[in-house]
């Protein structure tokens, strides 16, 4: 149970990093924050699958 406590917590980090630096290189931005974009979808997707294929559960 415990790793999987760990492993919710390293994702949810990665996302919010991955979070920062999308609005840091410009994806996100106050004009299209509500917006369906594929882009960060991808982004988030990547960030999970590396995720998951360096600590599978």
Do not use: C, R
Not at 3 to 17: G, K, N, S, Y
Request: charge should be neutral.
């Amino acid at each position: 149970m415990h790793f999987d406590l760990a492993h919710a917590v390293v994702t949810v980090a990665a996302l919010i990093v991955t979070n920062l630096a999308l609005k840091s290189a410009g994806v996100i931005n106050e004009e299209n924050k509500h917006q369906w974009n594929w882009k960060i979808v991808l982004a988030y997707f990547v960030v999970v699958f590396l995720i998951n294929l360096v600590w599978p559960i």
